[in-house]
């Protein structure tokens, strides 16, 4: 970390109403996008009391303002909520710290944003599904934090990232980092720009099915990665749905695919070892129970018939992603080494291609999960 960078964080963890003396300052976590840090602050008696601070990446989120007031009304929203249900708004949503002026966001002095938000404690986030229940629980979590979000007033929110799960306009900026070469690489990566290039006609798929009406525009989640959940310690339970930066109007089955595209594949999303991956149909078939039952019975018939669709199009659309970054010099997905993007996109097009062969038994499962939980009976 740079000098620099350390200037604006320390005048960050001096803006917040944070008491105590700074004890420990930490990066933290395997997000792809915000930097996080850990700060430890230990009280007069001795205690040590944890946050979460965050710089928000201004490349990916140009209208930081904007991702702030989302984020504020978002979780204003859902302690309300969980309080309305006799549950505890101190861990079932995030809780941001304000900042000795009352605003809940700092601005350094070289422009950059910082937030801070309690720590949940006695909580984890996993980077891959060590037991299937904790992959269920995050499924249920998510299913009914869009449950919860079902009556937020949806004009009223900020679209963060425009075109987000459009994967029609992913395609669009990937054809022109094709075109721009800007680093030499496209020569590389042919199979890849191939692959891409043959499944173009099904990234309409989804948008078209939205535009004729077929699929209801909801608030979603958007970025639904089992790393974006914290599980209780002790009960095991998914407790808090966090990462609220892509809460925007959005489609049910892309919040059910992201998760599937990461959860239920057997590799890491960077895995170099292709013959390791592939997409586990006991997870999905897991996950697929959780998320409907998570949403209360609330998706239309539709929607279940399309999540495998949603399964395959989040995956093919991450790894789009993905390579367009690697043929743009990697400015947007942190790497930690050289080719990680283009890794990464490897294991999600390997995916894509597992889903294809499995297509029929995907669909099969998620008619099975949906007659099953319809007589009460959740066997197939
Ligand atoms: P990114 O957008 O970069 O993915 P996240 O908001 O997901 O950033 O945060 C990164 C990681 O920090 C999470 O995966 C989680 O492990 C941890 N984290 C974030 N917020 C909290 C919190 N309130 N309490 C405990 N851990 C948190
Ligand atoms: C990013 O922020 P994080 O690491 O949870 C990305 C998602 C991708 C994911 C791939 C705002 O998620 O869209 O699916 O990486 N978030 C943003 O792992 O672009
Ligand atoms: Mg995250």
Redesign the pocket.
């Known amino acids: 970390m740079t000098k620099d960078a350390c200037a604006g964080r320390d005048e960050a963890v001096q803006a917040f109403m944070l008491e105590g003396r700074l004890a420990e300052v930490r990066i933290?976590?395997?997000?792809?996008?915000?930097d996080?840090y850990l700060l430890i602050h230990e009280l007069e008696d001795g205690t040590r009391v944890r946050h979460?601070l965050?710089k928000m990446?201004k490349e990916v989120f140009t209208r930081p303002l904007e991702l702030m007031e989302n984020v504020i009304h978002v979780t204003d929203y859902l302690r309300r909520k969980i309080i309305e249900t006799g549950g505890d708004p101190e861990r079932e949503t995030?809780n941001l710290v304000p900042c000795r002026d009352g605003k809940k966001y700092f601005v350094d002095s070289e422009g950059e944003y910082w937030r801070v938000?309690?720590?949940?404690l006695n909580?984890t986030?996993y980077d891959a599904v060590e037991k299937p229940d904790d992959f269920y629980q995050s499924a249920l979590a998510f299913g009914h934090f869009q449950r919860m979000l079902a009556d937020y007033p949806a004009q009223t929110l900020h679209e963060t990232i425009p075109d987000f799960h459009n994967t029609v306009n992913r395609m669009e900026k990937f054809r022109a980092a094709v075109e721009a070469d800007a680093c030499g690489r496209a020569k590389e990566v042919e199979p890849e720009i191939r692959f891409a290039m043959e499944r173009e006609k099904e990234a309409h798929i989804l948008g078209d099915l939205l535009a004729a009406g077929e699929l209801p525009l909801r608030v979603t989640h958007n970025?639904t990665k089992l790393?974006?959940i914290?599980i209780d310690n002790a009960t095991g339970t998914g407790i808090?749905v966090?990462?609220l930066?892509t809460v925007m109007p959005g489609l049910a089955v892309n919040d059910f695919g992201d998760s599937i595209r990461f959860g239920a594949s057997t590799a890491a999303e960077d895995e170099r070892d292709l013959t390791k991956v592939s997409c586990d149909l006991e997870l999905f078939r897991l996950y697929t129970e959780g998320f409907l039952k998570g949403c209360e019975g609330s998706l239309t018939e539709k929607e279940i018939e399309m999540l495998p669709m949603g399964a395959k199009m989040m995956t093919f659309e991450c790894g789009v992603r993905f390579l367009t970054d690697y043929l743009e010099g990697d400015h947007y997905f942190k790497v930690h080494r050289e080719g990680q993007n283009l890794d990464r996109c490897r294991t999600q097009f390997r995916l894509v291609e597992d889903m294809e062969e499995k297509w029929e038994r995907m669909e099969e499962i998620v008619q099975q999960v949906r007659k099953g939980l319809e007589s009460g009976t959740e066997e197939a």
Not at 117 to 120: A, E, L
């Open positions: 933290y976590g395997s997000g792809h996008i915000n996080t979460i965050q990446n995030l938000y309690q720590f949940i909580a986030s970025d790393n974006n914290m808090c966090i990462d930066d």
